[in-house]
């Protein structure tokens, strides 16, 4: 955990460059489809700028959704456990099928990103997670944001998540926030005592909270810097892939393949190569 005596000295430095993080680049220009993709883009941007996440209804269908939902069986199968018996991840998983670059470079979610961030970006991470029926007595859920400062999420739902699912809740219009350097890291991010007591001392701030649930093939974006949660209980389990694109920073390590990169077009190229730390493979 961070020392809060120390942060007072590396807070200012830790917000300067958190400010400049997110200022947008003036000659920025990746365009991913026609004007009419841009267009389509526009009010999904101007809502994920406002609230920090918005939702797109069962955006994939048919086949789409079944590939990704057969991929990421194979992809989750024989996994070790995540952090409870109860969750299942896989972090390293685009070169077991094509199916997931074609997600992830989705003209529509390349334009909404590129909308958000308006500087150059690329997928930073990725997750397949499979969160199994939890008594809430085992549950380790907390209100928190992710400790990287400005980071964009597409998480899709490969099957329906009800209302009393295990969804995710997310505290709209918490995104824009700037964080000592205290509690911008570790176990210092957790805000789950602050939000319960902010939730019986401010009349509506429950209104704010989003459900993210829906029918399947339903996408949401969000910006982790924002609070969330993921509700634990009985219900059923849920099933997600999740794709981290990423500005200058927090570039993680994926395998991606030679071949895919090649069939691609050359702003959809730069998405996969601004990552540093990509693990070519043939």
Request: charged share 25%.
């Amino acid at each position: 955990m961070a020392n809060p005596v120390v942060s007072l000295l590396k807070t200012p430095w830790h917000i300067a460059s958190e400010y400049y993080h997110r200022m947008p680049q003036r000659d920025f220009d990746w365009s991913f489809g026609d004007a009419s993709v841009r267009r389509r883009a526009d009010p999904y941007v101007a809502a994920l700028r406002r609230d920090g996440i918005v939702m797109l209804p069962a955006f994939f269908q048919g086949e789409m959704l079944e590939g990704l939902r057969a991929g990421f069986e194979r992809v989750i199968a024989n996994m070790p456990h995540r952090c409870t018996p109860d969750a299942l991840q896989n972090t390293d998983f685009m070169t077991e099928d094509e199916v997931f670059m074609r997600a992830a470079l989705d003209d529509l979610m390349l334009e909404i990103v590129a909308g958000y961030y308006r500087k150059p970006f690329a997928i930073g991470n990725m997750a397949a997670d499979r969160i199994l029926p939890t008594p809430v007595s085992r549950a380790h859920a907390k209100w928190h944001h992710d400790t990287r400062g400005r980071q964009l999420h597409m998480m899709i739902l490969l099957h329906d998540v009800s209302a009393n699912g295990q969804r995710m809740s997310y505290l709209a219009r918490s995104h824009d926030r700037y964080y000592t350097h205290f509690r911008a890291h570790a176990e210092s991010a957790c805000f789950e005592e602050d939000m319960q007591r902010a939730l019986l001392e401010q009349p509506g701030l429950a209104d704010r909270i989003v459900e993210v649930t829906g029918a399947a093939g339903t996408v949401a974006f969000f910006d982790a810097n924002g609070l969330h949660t993921v509700n634990r209980n009985e219900v059923a389990k849920r099933d997600t892939l999740r794709f981290y694109y990423v500005s200058y920073r927090h570039f993680k390590k994926f395998s991606f393949r030679r071949a895919h990169l090649a069939s691609l077009p050359p702003q959809k190229r730069k998405v996969i190569t601004f990552n540093p730390k990509v693990d070519w493979v043939d």
